[in-house]
Structure formats: structure tokens, C-alpha cells
């Protein structure tokens, strides 16, 4: 990660509803120097937008847990958080959730099981591409 030396370093909100898998992802990010903010379903990940002093730059979220789905997640953190980006991760092929409805097809899908390198790339591919539409 490059950044300048003054700024904060970039903030991703994490939400899973798997501890294990949401505890390694923070683990990835805080080494790789990014503040990471984890939540286990939309009602902490909404706590975490509404609650949060700083800025979060970056929302991974789920893109299936119980009762809700990570783009629901996304829609509701991004009303609160305008230029939020958002990384969703699955099991499931990127086509697969685009022809099921779950994303669209400009969305970000990282598939599990991912590396950190993997998660890394994605997230800096994230903050530095153009914000979305």
C-alpha cells in the first residue's frame, strides 16, 4: 500500500456473518497498514457507519448471510456513506451472481477462498480505480 505520510491510513469496514473468516480478514488488512472495522450482519455494519468518527473508504461485505444480502448491506451503508466503494465476497462465480441477480455485472466480486494478496490487490484495485457511479 502507498500513501502519503500525512494521511490517515485507508478505513474498510468488514462485514461476515462467519467470526473465524471476518476475524482473519481484519487480521490481513491491519498487517497490510489499513484500519479495519468489522461487523457481523447489516445492523453492526449500519452501527459501524452511523457510529464511526472517521471516514471508512471501503465496505467488503458478504454477499450472503442470514436474512439479508451483502447488497442490501452496500445499499444501506452507501445511503449513509455517500462514495462508499464495495468489494463483495462469495463462493459463488462472479457470473453466477450476476445471472442469479445479486450483483451487477461492474461489481467488485473477490470468490472465495481468497489469498491476502488476493484481498489486497482487490482492496487497492478499489480505493484507486474510479468511484462508482
Do not use: W
Not at 442490501?72 to 462472479?94: D, F, H, N, T
Not at 450483483?103 to 488476493?118: M, N
Request: aromatic content about 2%.
Amino acid at each position: 500500500m502507498v500513501q502519503d505520510l500525512q494521511s490517515p491510513p485507508p478505513t474498510v469496514l468488514v462485514v461476515d456473518d462467519e467470526e473465524d473468516l471476518r476475524d482473519i480478514m481484519r487480521r490481513m488488512l491491519e498487517r497490510k497498514g489499513f484500519t479495519a472495522l468489522t461487523a457481523g450482519d447489516a445492523d453492526g455494519a449500519i452501527v459501524a457507519c452511523r457510529d464511526h468518527d472517521g471516514g471508512i473508504d471501503l465496505l467488503v461485505t458478504d454477499l450472503s448471510m442470514p436474512g439479508v444480502t451483502g447488497r442490501e448491506v452496500a445499499e444501506q451503508a452507501s445511503a449513509m456513506r455517500p462514495g462508499l466503494r464495495v468489494i463483495y465476497v462469495s463462493g459463488l462465480p462472479k457470473e453466477v451472481a450476476v445471472d442469479k441477480g445479486m450483483v451487477d455485472e461492474h461489481a467488485r466480486l473477490l470468490q472465495k477462498p481468497f489469498t491476502t494478496s488476493a484481498l489486497i490487490d482487490a482492496v487497492n484495485a478499489a480505493l484507486h480505480d474510479d468511484p462508482p457511479a
